[in-house]
């Protein structure tokens, strides 16, 4: 069972990593593809705007702002720590403090992608591939799915945790297209970064750290 995760662990690895590759392809050489790709979802999300969505969409957007986000991830860490979880803590900080803000930082500094030029429903100051909350949320709520299927008990409660946090990291990536202020393939590479970053440092954690919990 543990070489069979541990298989799977790196084909989604691997397939995260062409994907993003792909993408940034496209992106740094404005292929027809990449605006096909951005278009299409683009539409099809944005054209289900109501009032009541948009409120939503501006509500949940926040969440995976970086302020939240640290917020969460060192109060959960902290409680890690009171219950004496030490590696399963700096699991997650580690992931959540030190390596989602800088790389995705880096990145967009390099490709420097301009936003969508649709009304911001939200404040941005960077620029747009990949998307850093979608990045972001990717790895701290990736990192408790891990968690979770480690430290829980029964298949009903790793179930349900790993179905909550999988609607957020959804739910907020779509969010940053319906607030126009990132294309589909931002939110995609952000998702795809975010699980190549996540999936080092498991392999990390469990070659020299003995684990991550």
């Known amino acids: 069972m543990k070489k069979q995760l541990q298989k799977l662990s790196t084909l989604v690895g691997l397939v995260s990593l062409i994907t993003f590759l792909v993408l940034t392809y496209g992106v740094l050489f404005h292929k027809e593809w990449i605006s096909t790709f951005d278009s299409y979802f683009g539409h ?5 705007a109501t009032p009541t969505l948009t409120s939503f969409m501006v509500h949940l957007t926040k969440l995976g702002n970086y302020e939240s986000l640290l917020g969460f991830t060192v109060g959960a860490g902290l409680i890690l720590f009171l219950v004496r979880k030490v590696r399963a803590a ?11 803000g800088p790389v995705n930082t880096l990145l967009k500094h390099l490709i420097n992608r301009p936003r969508p030029t649709l009304p911001h429903m939200v404040a941005v100051h960077s620029s747009s591939f990949p ?3 979608s990045m972001s949320i990717m790895i701290v709520a990736g990192s408790l799915i891990l968690l979770a299927n ?3 008990r029964t298949n009903t409660q790793k179930l349900i945790v790993d179905a909550l946090l999988m609607i957020v990291i959804i739910g907020i990536g779509i969010s940053r297209i ?3 202020v990132h294309f ?5 590479g952000g998702w795809t970064l975010g699980a190549v970053t996540l ?4 392999w990390i ?3 020299f750290a003995g684990g991550i919990s």
């Not at 099809?44 to 289900?48: K, T």
């Not at 589909?184 to 995609?188: F, I, Q």
């Not at 999936?199 to 498991?202: D, G, N, T, Y």
């Open 205 to 207: 954690f469990n070659k």
């Open 90 to 100: 700096l699991f997650l900080l580690i992931n959540g403090v030190v390596l989602a």
């Open 44 to 48: 099809a999300i944005r054209n289900l």
């Open 131 to 133: 998307s850093g909350h």
């Open 199 to 202: 999936l080092i440092s498991q």
């Open 184 to 188: 589909a393939s931002d939110v995609l």
């Open 178 to 180: 319906y607030v126009g």
């Open 150 to 152: 480690r430290i829980l």
